[in-house]
């Protein structure tokens, strides 16, 4: 292929470098006010009074909005209306949006914000998921605070266990992680004279943007037109927020008739943004004396916050991938999404699957030790392959690349079983997989557009739904489109995500966007490709099926002619160059009664070793080197693919070592700042070897499908099995610090 799989510059590459990239809070516009948000200052509570005089007198203010002035419907659309989009007669955590203050300046409305009066008569909050889940009297969420319960059965656990030569039974635990993008959370509203509204800013998934500003303002979808900035960074955290922020914007900007932005300060994204969701995990796990995983007992409790948002379809990809990638005819998964008086929870890298890996994969290594067999060896007589079916029973065809990514990890890093013969280094291994797209849990919004036009000179420029939001899905677009209709990547081009341009496409979300749109692109290009066909084989006096084109070259056997030339022909014979794309993904399928179904419709594998440092004196951890191994189909960019692989390993680590969000008994959280919410830096990079493993996915472009989650969803557990190869120390809830390793060092 002339494009497809080349090492390509990124497409955004020079603006993001050189800073002239334009992102939200750059865009300026006549008459532009500024909004700040008035929050709760109690987890639970019911609201007497919000006094919005006081703040209506003030120099500079221009509005100040509560529920009772929102023309439409009190709510933000995700999957369970449950959120209003400011507190009516009740508040369910800190930092929720009460009213939306708009003044000449930020500072101003900041000010303002910051000092509304609210009474508020507190209540007592619920904190922990399992008191949430287990508490009789307080009820955040139904009857039983309960957002949704999963379960997986498959064949008879109970007699498998007790056949069982071993039994590994674990309790782990996982925290809330940030998303710690560097852009904060923005957005701003500009009203045109028709009654409509433009809304530009950070996001990822420009659809669910217009769904809440629709319905919390009346507006018809035709008069709502959602366009995407320059965003930076997002890992799922720009995914259900943005629409919070949208409409925070969009109500003042259509009472007032003039344009309004709103940009978050750090600490105030960080108190009111979704988070990972923590979680608690108890996991049973057997195994016969021949190294086969025979059963496997499963409860899994995510902490959703005090609305859904995303919670039942984190819990159901949780659910999917709560064993790993391995065969087991015998699993019983109780899963819960519960709620509590806490911010909202809600898409971030991995989407409920690293927390429940976590303890898969470590129950997998005491299993593997209690049987006397080395990691490799266990997990190999364990791995799923094709032809094999998952927990959920889903028999899997093709693009089965986990095998060979152990494989590649072992003979890359030269690991043996004798490998550590120095004290305080260990050695781990995590073998992970990734159900591609939104899978069952979400097939209600898995199809996506494009739109494709080839310009007189030869140039192309296409529209998609998805989001550019760092993965580089811009560049491995624009390959995929110049692949297809032969042109240099250099001509292609793609207008910013824009729903006026395409239609609904669902989010960028569960690394969906190479698959969905680049399938979306094709079709559109194909279209094309087949009209520029014909003319050029009119003009070379040959067959269609004889055209070859080739980075802007027409051949036809011996015959060739700039493919420019074949456009000029077809744009003087007023042929149209311009098609929408469609791709709807494959059919899946899930029973809620048993957990059985094809939940995804394919998946990604990764094999991951960590190589650890442990100082036993004070509990320290140094990751040295990371051997990370990814079938991803085809690697369309294969640098692209090796950037997210390094940056997944890299957040991996800050989940697995450092970061560590509190919650004080009120439930505010105690260090929202990166002062005190330690991510890790440059100084905390490892020795990252990415290796790339290509097994086509027949219904992918060229055979590729997304990955771009699954880098970080491994790195956690790999650590904790080699902290505990170093020193012996089973660190069984994250993060792993120093104080926990001092202390299990002291134990044991």
């Not at 899997?396 to 986990?402: M, T």
């Not at 297809?484 to 729903?499: N, Q």
Request: with cysteine.
């Amino acid at each position: 292929m002339g494009v497809v799989g080349k090492r390509v510059a990124r497409s955004e590459g020079i603006h993001r470098v050189t800073g002239t990239g334009l992102f939200a809070d750059d865009l300026k516009y006549h008459g532009m006010l500024h909004a700040a948000v008035v929050r709760s200052p109690v987890a639970r509570g019911i609201i007497r009074k919000i006094d919005t005089e006081s703040i209506s007198r003030r120099t500079g203010i221009n509005g100040v909005y509560t529920f009772k002035d929102i023309p439409g419907r009190n709510a933000i659309p995700i999957v369970i209306d449950d959120q209003p989009f400011l507190a009516e007669k009740s508040v369910n955590y800190i930092g929720e949006p009460v009213a939306v203050v708009v003044a000449d300046s930020r500072r101003v409305a900041r000010a303002a914000a910051q000092t509304a009066e609210l009474s508020i008569k507190k209540l007592t909050p619920v904190i922990d998921l399992l008191e949430a889940r287990n508490h009789p009297d307080i009820h955040i969420f139904g009857n039983d605070n309960i957002y949704k319960h999963m379960k997986v059965k498959r064949g008879d656990t109970e007699s498998a266990f007790k056949a069982c030569n071993v039994i590994i039974e674990n309790e782990y635990r996982t925290p809330y992680q940030e998303h710690a993008y560097i852009e904060p959370q923005a957005m701003i509203a500009i009203p045109f004279p028709d009654g409509s509204l433009e809304i530009r800013g950070a996001m990822q998934c420009p659809f669910y943007v217009r769904k809440a500003v629709t319905t919390i303002t009346g507006l018809p979808e035709s008069k709502v037109r959602v366009i995407q900035c320059a965003t930076g960074g997002a890992f799922g955290g720009k995914e259900d927020v943005p629409s919070l922020l949208a409409c925070q914007v969009a109500l003042p900007a259509l009472k007032l008739q003039k344009p309004v932005k709103l940009l978050y300060d750090r600490t105030e994204d960080m108190i009111s943004m979704s988070k990972r969701h923590p979680a608690w995990i108890r996991c049973k796990s057997g195994a016969s004396k021949d190294g086969v995983l025979r059963a496997a007992e499963v409860e899994y409790v995510i902490d959703g916050g005090a609305y859904a948002t995303l919670s039942a379809v984190v819990l159901f990809r949780g659910t999917a991938h709560s064993i790993g990638p391995y065969r087991c005819e015998n699993v019983d998964v109780d899963s819960y999404a519960v709620a509590t008086n806490k911010v909202p929870c809600g898409a971030f890298r991995g989407f409920g699957s690293p927390q429940v890996l976590f303890a898969a994969e470590s129950q997998m290594d005491q299993l593997a030790a209690r049987l006397g067999l080395d990691p490799v060896e266990f997990r190999k007589r364990n791995l799923l392959r094709a032809g094999d079916e998952t927990i959920t029973g889903q028999k899997l065809k093709s693009s089965v690349g986990l095998q060979q990514s152990l494989d590649k990890v072992v003979r890359v890093s030269g690991w043996t079983p004798d490998a550590n013969k120095n004290e305080n280094i260990g050695f781990g291994f995590s073998t992970i997989y990734y159900g591609v797209g939104l899978g069952a849990g979400g097939k209600h919004l898995a199809r996506t557009g494009a739109r494709v036009i080839v310009h007189e000179d030869g140039s192309v420029l296409f529209s998609v739904g998805t989001t550019e939001i760092g993965q580089g899905m811009i560049t491995v677009l624009s390959q995929i489109a110049a692949e297809e209709l032969g042109v240099p990547f250099e001509w292609v081009s793609m207008m910013p995500t824009d729903t006026s341009r395409v239609p609904d496409s669902g989010p960028t979300v569960a690394s969906r966007s190479t698959t969905m749109s680049g399938n979306a692109l094709k079709d559109a290009c194909i279209k094309i490709r087949n009209i520029i066909d014909e003319e050029a084989a009119e003009i070379l006096d040959d067959q269609n099926e004889n055209i070859i084109i080739d980075n802007g070259t027409v051949y036809a056997g011996n015959n060739e002619i700039p493919f420019v030339k074949v456009i000029e022909s077809c744009t003087a014979k007023r042929k149209s160059l311009s098609a929408e794309g469609w791709h709807i993904a494959p059919p899946t399928s899930f029973d809620n009664d048993t957990g059985q179904g094809d939940a995804y419709v394919t998946y990604a594998w990764s094999a991951n070793l960590a190589k650890v440092k442990v100082d036993k004196l004070t509990g320290e951890v140094m990751v040295l080197r990371i051997w990370s191994a990814h079938d991803v189909g085809k690697a369309i960019n294969p640098s692209l693919v090796e950037g997210q692989i390094e940056g997944g390993v890299l957040q991996g680590l800050g989940f697995a070592l450092m970061e560590d969000m509190a919650n004080d008994p009120t439930g505010a959280i105690i260090n929202p700042e990166f002062s005190t919410y330690i991510i890790p830096t440059a100084e905390d990079q490892p020795a990252i070897v990415p290796l790339i493993i290509e097994e086509p996915y027949p219904d992918g472009p060229f055979g590729a499908k997304g990955f771009g989650e699954q880098p970080l969803m491994g790195i956690a557990p790999a650590i904790a099995n080699a902290v505990f190869d170093a020193v012996g120390a089973r660190i069984k809830q994250l993060p792993i610090t120093p104080e926990k390793v001092w202390r299990a060092l002291r134990k044991s």
